[in-house]
């Protein structure tokens, strides 16, 4: 029975992201993140469990990226989609998908370059599955933190009464650079650390207190808006642990 335990976390991770899913396309980007959150919950403690109960399978790895495939991968694309809509202002016609005929002669299809993130979380978690170097660090961003990043932006959006901050999440030239810059940073080739820790001294893992500390009073101190902060630190102390070794 205990070889099942860490697929029924992951097939719960799956279940949330198929709830944010359709929060999201109903426009609920709150409840959407408050799903996707738990996902990855769910995502962390699937691969704790089967370390604990050393069931580790492959059809445990398979399953895990599939799940994530949903929560970390179709989920931030939907929200990128929605964050276009909200500034169709900037451009002449939005997509209509309430009817099946669409104007293309006047209809913009930028919003939909924010679906090019579902097809870069595919590939990276099709790499991961086959890249014997990623067992104890990661290459590239890994999906949940790079979701993270996206989802928090429709909650800065809703908590934040910054003018210029949310001007900014709303710019169609920032989700589009958004975007590409989220696909490139998913499957580059720069190493970053994994939290995983085989011993718990300060001393070897001291960029990672660090990390988890500073994480901790960005979220105190900024709630929502040190979300994005916390994976910027999180992508500049790996480029500096690679620097130093």
Not at 151 to 179: A, R, Y
Not at 207 to 217: D, R
Request: glycine share 4%.
């Amino acid at each position: 029975m205990k070889k099942h335990i860490p697929n029924i976390i992951t097939l719960l991770n799956l279940f949330c992201g198929s709830i944010a899913v359709i929060f999201a396309v109903e426009d609920n980007l709150f409840m959407a993140a408050v799903f996707v959150m738990l996902g990855i919950v769910f995502d962390f403690f699937d691969g704790f469990a089967a370390r604990i109960l050393d069931v580790k399978s492959e059809l445990g790895l398979q399953l895990d990226s599939l799940a994530d495939m949903v929560t970390s991968g179709v989920v931030p694309g939907i929200v990128i989609f929605k964050l276009f809509e909200r500034t169709a202002g900037s451009f002449p016609y939005a997509l209509d998908f309430s009817t099946t005929e669409w104007n293309h002669g006047t209809a913009s299809f930028i919003p939909l370059i924010g679906l090019l993130v579902i097809l870069a979380s595919c590939y990276r978690l099709a790499k991961f599955n086959i890249d014997t170097r990623q067992t104890d660090s990661f290459i590239g961003l890994p999906t949940p933190a790079n979701t993270l990043f996206i989802l928090s932006l429709p909650l800065v959006l809703m908590t934040n009464d910054v003018q210029w901050m949310n001007e900014v999440i709303l710019n169609k030239w920032f989700l589009i650079g958004l975007t590409l810059f989220s696909c490139y940073m998913l499957n580059a080739e720069i190493p970053l650390f994994s939290l995983k820790m085989k011993t718990y001294g300060f001393k070897e893992n001291a960029v990672k207190y660090i990390f988890l500390m500073s994480a901790i009073v960005m979220l105190v101190l900024l709630q929502f808006v040190a979300i994005p902060l916390i994976i910027v630190l999180y992508v500049l102390l790996s480029v500096f642990m690679n620097l130093k070794k």
